[in-house]
């Protein structure tokens, strides 16, 4: 199915500033065309339209963590993101000291399966302000991902995107999930450098992202493609 102009959302041009900017010399992030954000409870009251003229085209939206925690503005923040015109999906903290059947149960329990969302996000590093300090074998980790990938794809009929960043995916990603999607943490370098060879759709290119839409700073975000490829990625999930 072709997209027309018609059924395409507008694309707002980058508007936003950094308090922390990187220089990415001739790959800069900002010559990708559809840039966006990823939020959370700590971004607080969220002023949506504004954010979107300032160049938030999606966004990701923390939902779940764990088997039983629920991002308190998850409900708020999904919904008025669609309202704005933002195309939006929900994403998952995975935590290592639960199983991840249950951590797919509590996500889907809380995350509407809904026509036009983006692909669900399994979000997966070593956290060391988690209360778990457990660092499963790489066998492990990668078997417990499967699991809570798979149960996700049933149900959404979507694969899920695997959002990491750069210790994590050294110490289990590297070669693994070669038919997944990746969104990469990567802000002090291109994820071409960081990531060598790793296919990506989403780039995390800053954490220190100021917005008039939002009060302190917020995770800036960048599609790999242009304008027509992303109409044409979001109209074929």
């Given at each position: 199915?072709r997209?027309?102009?018609?059924?395409r959302?507008?694309?707002?041009?980058?508007?936003?500033?950094d308090?922390?900017?990187?220089?990415?010399?001739?790959?800069?992030?900002r010559?990708?065309?559809?840039?966006?954000v990823?939020?959370?409870?700590?971004q607080?009251?969220?002023d949506?339209?504004?954010l979107?003229?300032?160049?938030?085209?999606?966004?990701?939206?923390?939902?779940?963590?764990?088997?039983?925690h629920?991002?308190?503005?998850f409900k708020?923040?999904?919904?008025?993101a669609?309202?704005?015109?933002?195309?939006?999906?929900?994403?998952?903290?995975f935590?290592?000291?639960?199983?991840a059947?249950e951590?797919?149960?509590?996500?889907i329990?809380?995350?509407?399966?809904?026509?036009?969302?983006?692909?669900?996000?399994?979000?997966?590093?070593?956290?060391?302000?988690?209360?778990?300090?457990r660092?499963?074998?790489?066998?492990?980790?990668?078997?417990?991902?499967?699991?809570?990938?798979?149960?996700?794809?049933?149900?959404?009929?979507?694969?899920?995107?695997?959002?990491t960043?750069?210790?994590?995916?050294?110490?289990?990603?590297?070669?693994?999930?070669?038919?997944?999607?990746?969104?990469?943490?990567?802000?002090?370098?291109?994820?071409s450098?960081?990531?060598?060879?790793?296919?990506?759709?989403?780039?995390?290119?800053?954490?220190?992202?100021?917005?008039h839409?939002?009060?302190?700073?917020?995770?800036?975000?960048v599609?790999?493609?242009?304008?027509?490829?992303?109409h044409?990625?979001?109209?074929?999930?």
């Open positions: 199915m997209t027309t102009p018609q059924t959302s507008q694309i707002y041009g980058y508007g936003f500033r308090a922390k900017p990187i220089n990415f010399g001739a790959i800069s992030p010559k990708l065309a559809v840039h966006g990823d939020v959370s409870r700590w607080a009251e969220i949506w339209e504004r979107r003229r300032q160049g938030a085209n999606f966004a990701y939206i923390k939902a779940t963590d764990g088997g039983d629920l991002d308190p503005m708020k923040n999904w919904r008025r669609k309202e704005a015109g933002l195309r939006r999906g929900a994403y998952h903290f935590y290592w000291c639960r199983t059947g951590q797919a149960d509590w996500f329990r809380n995350v509407p399966k809904e026509a036009g969302a983006l692909p669900p996000v399994i979000d997966v590093e070593w956290n060391g302000e988690s209360s778990c300090k660092r499963p074998s790489r066998e492990r980790v990668l078997e417990k991902m499967q699991v809570f990938m798979d149960k996700l794809e049933r149900h959404y009929g979507q694969r899920p995107i695997i959002y960043a750069p210790d994590f995916y050294r110490d289990n990603l590297k070669g693994a999930f070669l038919d997944y999607p990746f969104w990469l943490r990567s802000v002090a370098a291109h994820p450098k960081v990531y060598p060879k790793r296919k990506w759709v989403f780039w995390q290119y800053s954490g220190s992202g100021l917005s839409g939002v009060d302190g700073r917020i995770d800036l975000n599609f790999h493609g242009d304008e027509d490829d992303w044409n990625w979001v109209v074929s999930r």
